[in-house]
């Protein structure tokens, strides 16, 4: 079984300190106290033999271990169990904890873990290593006068169970809100079950009309409905969206991406949605799975700039009556 070390931030500038270790079980204590000598995986780790590594007290992969001192070892992340029904007064707001207060916590089975008041003002907030875990809704929810508000290093993981209506779960849903900047994190799981013949709801991430902002660094899986459905005027970038429902990416505003990544989607890859839609796009990366479409532009202007469908397994490039311009590798395989 492979082990990963995770090195205390003060070392992770050491470039010869491997980033696994081998081991059929969690490494032993030297000594009883802690301790492990590097002699123990002198093959795996590339440090003088005399370092001494102290456990930190992992319970679960990955296991943690501080070089020197136990002082290295990184701060335990707070966990706060919520409520699994609607909270409007859980610690102050709706939702486990307010957006002004949000930190680095791990927040286990809410039913929303932020949600901000139709009511509020939230301007200039960084919200920044949010854990949730078996949310029963949604991550984070923004309404109100919203600002200049930066999401980030994020990990929201909806609960085992879909949701039934009127419970339409969403990772982040961005009712409302300019400047709305969402970086570098993790959306999963977000699936609701409905009659035969009912449009089945759950994004990984939605926004709506008239807000604005950026999406970078963010991967959406497993959801029922899109992994990302934008509506509004959003800049996206190396955005990764596998084995959603629907299509992985459904456009409806004024769009500008660099790079998406689109892996097995349950019907296509692009929905250019809306009829006044315009949609620019550097690049997609289209892999896997049947869908009947790359591009399945409605309405509205698209234009792409080069595409990468080498492992794509579908039959349609683009259909629809909407304009769509592409570049020469926008091509069937």
Known sequence: MIRYLALPLALTAAPALAQTVTSATKLPDSNGDGQITVEKMAAALRVPKKTVLFDCGSKTPPFVYAVGSLDKCPAQIETIKASSTRPDTLLGTNGAIPLPNCRPVRIVGAYRVVETYSTGTYRNITCSGLIGEGIKREGIRLRGKVENVTIENFRLIHDDAPNVSPHLPAGIHVETGTNVTIRNGVVSGYRMTMPKGRYINGDGIATELKTAGTITNVVSSDNSDGGFDIKGQWHLDNLTAERNGHYSYRLWGQVTAGTLISINPGQGH???AGKTTEATIDKLVAVG??????????????AIGSCDLSKWTGTVLVKGKGTFTRGPTCKLP
């Open 270 to 272: 692009v929905e250019i």
């Open 289 to 302: 799975g049947q869908p009947l479409v790359v591009f399945s532009v409605s309405g509205g202007k698209v």
